[in-house]
């Protein structure tokens, strides 16, 4: 333990200095033949340090336990209206302009929430110009998705039909919803407001699901009314979070030039692992687009569907994670990461067996009989998933320790071999050779991440 960091090591766990000393006297006297004194001290941290990681934790997973109910409603129901074809469709017109957005983010999402953490005095920037710098990018950013997307739509597009392409270039219209909303919302992270960033994230898959239920019960299968309210929520949350933003910490309008190549900088080396965490997720559904015909997409998106059920705990600790990581240093950070990778891991093992019994009867059940192709790849993706669950963890302690560039180079290592795996599997295996690409692909991010942060922070052993 580094002596200075020694003030802060019961911060994050709720223990009292009284707790410390017994803990530290406990410590002491093994040595002198009291092993079990100290191994039940150890023991009463590490409960004490996940109940109060949990609690932490609380809102952020029950706004994950409802966006996982929305996003079940919406993909059971989508499915069934639209069909294999249909849901195909559907992908592909989205998918398109997100990876676009994307790839225009340039990390500033993940740069306010760490330059505007106020439990960092010596590292904040403040909010005013961290909020005027994210609305700047947010603008200019748009510009250029606009702009690339209406050459680009069109090519990737083109075998789906006129409609399919006319439905990609109006869903792109979403794209300044989110550069310029999730930027906003960082804000409200890097001030510990997860309530408030919370409510922001509902808004989109709220309006969304219950868009699907009405077309469901009135017998509409129309992929340009799912398009629409998509784009709707995606609005109606920019517009809220604004509002919030505004209300809970009034930014003024403060430009500073030093402040914004450094948000840049942060935010680059951040989304050069995004891109790469991305392409890792969605290559193979790009690439689909292209080579694969609507109802293979369709099938293979139902099966990604499900697994990515097990991302829902991981994400939300990984909103947290990076919140705390961002407001504490040294050894305290390196805490709230092995906390939440323990409590990651006691909620994937069994959530990932229970997946892989159920699965044979859960998606013909849910999906229908016609996405009985979806079971294969669907138990491929589940060990994949379970190890990107915990490098999401990971990548964004990482980011809240200052070291966004260690998702680009696990990612960017990783990519590499989804790129070879697809080459040699989707062509002779399909839908089922791009989830073993995706699969093996999870599991080395994960292993690279893990040995890149342990590399980076030697000065606490983990």
């Not at 067996?353 to 192709?373: D, E, I, K, N, S």
Request: positive net charge.
């Amino acid at each position: 333990m580094l002596l200075k960091d020694g003030p802060n090591v019961g911060k994050l766990f709720g223990s009292t200095n009284q707790d410390l000393g017994m803990a530290c006297g406990t410590a002491l006297e093994e040595p002198l033949g009291m092993p079990s004194i100290a191994a039940a001290a150890r023991k009463n941290f590490l409960l004490q340090g996940l109940q109060e990681i949990w609690r932490k934790h609380g809102d952020t997973q029950g706004t994950q336990v409802l966006t996982a109910g929305l996003g079940v409603l919406s993909g059971v129901l989508a499915p069934r209206l639209l069909g294999p074809a249909g849901r195909g469709e559907l992908a592909a017109v989205t998918l398109w302009p997100i990876t676009l957005t994307f790839f225009a983010m340039l990390g500033m999402d993940h740069a306010t929430a760490y330059f505007a953490a106020k439990g960092r005095p010596a590292e904040s920037f403040g909010v005013a110009p961290v909020a005027t710098t994210c609305l700047v990018a947010g603008l200019a950013q748009s510009l250029v998705v606009v702009a690339a997307g209406m050459f680009i739509i069109p090519a990737a597009l083109m075998s789906y039909g006129p409609h399919a392409v006319h439905l990609g270039l109006f869903f792109l219209a979403g794209a300044p919803c989110v550069l310029l909303g999730h930027p906003l919302a960082g804000l409200l992270v890097g001030h510990q407001d997860m309530p408030a960033y919370n409510f922001y994230r509902l808004v989109p898959p709220t309006i969304y699901s219950l868009a699907v239920l009405a077309l469901f019960l009135r017998h509409v299968a129309s992929v340009r009314a799912l398009v629409v309210f998509q784009l709707a929520g995606l609005a109606l949350a920019t517009l809220i979070v604004a509002r919030m933003v505004w209300a809970r910490l009034a930014p003024r309008w403060t430009w500073d030039t030093r402040i914004a190549s450094r948000m840049l900088n942060y935010g680059v080396k951040t989304q050069a692992g995004g891109i790469s965490n991305f392409l890792n997720q969605r290559l193979d559904q790009l690439l689909m687009t292209i080579f694969l015909p609507a109802s293979q997409l369709g099938i293979y998106v139902a099966a990604v569907a499900f697994a990515d059920g097990l991302w829902i705990v991981p994400r939300g600790i990984g909103y947290v994670t990076l919140a705390e990581s961002a407001n504490t240093e040294g050894e305290e950070a390196w805490r709230v990461t092995k906390r939440s990778l323990v409590l990651t891991a006691l909620c994937l093992v069994p959530s990932a067996v229970a997946f892989w019994v159920l699965v044979p009867w859960l998606v013909p059940a849910l999906f229908g009989a016609q996405f009985a192709g979806a079971v294969l790849p669907c138990r491929i993706l589940i060990p994949g998933s379970c190890a990107m669950g915990m490098t999401t963890v990971l990548f964004e302690a990482a980011r809240g320790m200052n070291h966004p560039e260690i998702p680009a180079y696990a990612e960017g290592a990783s990519l590499l071999v989804t790129v070879a795996l697809l080459a040699l599997l989707l062509k002779p295996y399909g839908i089922a050779g791009a989830a073993m690409a995706s699969s093996v692909a999870y599991a080395v991010t994960l292993g690279l991440t893990w040995q890149l942060l342990v590399r980076r922070t030697r000065q606490v052993k983990p």
